[in-house]
C-alpha cells in the first residue's frame, strides 16, 4: 500500500516484516541510519516509526504510517500520541518475535 492511499484512509496501518529482501532495500534507503532513531532503543532505522530491531537474531522491521482521521485529532485532547501507539504496537507484536529488550520500561 503506498503512502498516499494509507493517508486517504483515515486510518493508522501497522506493518512488521523479516523478509531479508525488504530489509535490505530498507537499508539502502538514504535516509536510514545505523544510529539509534528512538533515543534508548536499541533499534536502526528511518525515524521514530520506521525500525529494524534484532528480535532473537533475526532483523525485524516495524512500522505505523499515520492517516488524516489521527492526524485530524492531534488538535483535541485525550488524544493518544503516536510514539505512544508505535511502542505499544513494537512492545505487543515483538513478544511474539522474542524481541525482548527493543523497547525500554516506562
Known amino acids: 500500500m503506498d503512502v ?48 529494524v530491531a534484532n528480535c532473537n537474531g533475526t532483523e525485524t522491521y516495524f512500522a505505523m504510517e499515520l492517516g488524516v482521521q489521527y492526524t485530524e485529532t492531534l488538535e483535541s485532547a485525550g488524544f493518544v500520541k503516536d510514539h505512544v501507539l508505535f511502542r505499544d504496537f513494537v512492545e505487543s507484536v515483538g513478544k511474539q518475535f522474542d524481541c525482548t529488550g527493543v523497547v525500554p520500561a516506562t
Open 4 to 51: 498516499a492511499s494509507v493517508e486517504r484512509s483515515g486510518y493508522i496501518t501497522y506493518s512488521v516484516t523479516r523478509d531479508p529482501l525488504i530489509l535490505a532495500g530498507i537499508k539502502k534507503m538514504d535516509d536510514y541510519s545505523a544510529e539509534d532513531p528512538i533515543p534508548g532503543w536499541p533499534v536502526t532505522g528511518v525515524g521514530p516509526r520506521h525500525i
